[in-house]
């Protein structure tokens, strides 16, 4: 007998749509388990340092990548979620910018992507998982009962990141955010391995002029449709 799948809801798309946001709110609605995947190259990162692991040890990355205690705890579904290492909160420390080139070192190392995508299978657990990515509706997660692809203009989300980055007073350029935010968009949906797509059975929003509540109550509206709320 196959042991019965949690149900899982895939939030997929470019940097600055949203989609983290709305995860946030989604799973902190439903009661359900978040999954950022994003931070979970940081993660392995952070861990390969905590227990002295070199960046050139594979093999003891892949362990790591597909043992790590990892929790993402909404508390407030205004804030980013608390990030919980071995139990310790490392929410800011794998934002270190030394932690992020680790990270994008690792991430290029095809043993703990694999490591990693079993990590993930491991936050599918009842009562529901919400997860946001890249390629949780692709790849991660195709069997999803509901997935979405959640879009923007550029000009729209170099503004939205440009005000974040204001509100906590820093500086910021806005023609070199948007700049960014395209180059990322073309390495992501031309990179050969998982790039950023929509699942062929993904519902595509475009958040372009529509607010944060207006987007979860269009999703959470799929998600009545499709029996995943009551």
Sequence with gaps: MNKRLAPTITIDGPSGSGKGTIAQKVA???????LDSGALYRLVALAA?????????EESLQILAQNMDVQFLVEDPEQPPRVVLEGDTVTRDIRAEDVGRDASAVAA????????????????QEPGL?????????VV???AQLKLFLT????????????????????????????ALQLRDEQDMTRPVAPL????????????????DEVYTE????????????
Excluded: C, Y
């Design 141 to 143: 997660f195709p069997d």
């Design 197 to 212: 797509v929509p699942a062929e059975d993904a519902i595509v929003i475009d958040s372009t002029d529509m607010t944060i």
């Design 28 to 34: 902190k609605a439903l009661g359900w388990h978040l």
């Design 130 to 138: 919400v997860a946001d990515g890249r390629d949780m509706g692709t």
């Design 109 to 124: 190392l095809p043993s703990v992507r694999a490591g990693l995508l079993q990590r993930q299978h491991d936050f599918r």
């Design 49 to 57: 340092r905590n227990h002295g692991v070199p960046l050139e040890n």
């Design 152 to 179: 923007a203009s550029v000009e729209e989300r170099a503004q939205r990141r440009f005000k974040q980055l204001q509100d906590k007073g820093m500086s910021a350029n806005l023609a070199d955010l948007q700049a």
């Design 219 to 230: 999703l959470m509206n799929h998600a009545r449709n499709q029996g995943l709320v009551s």
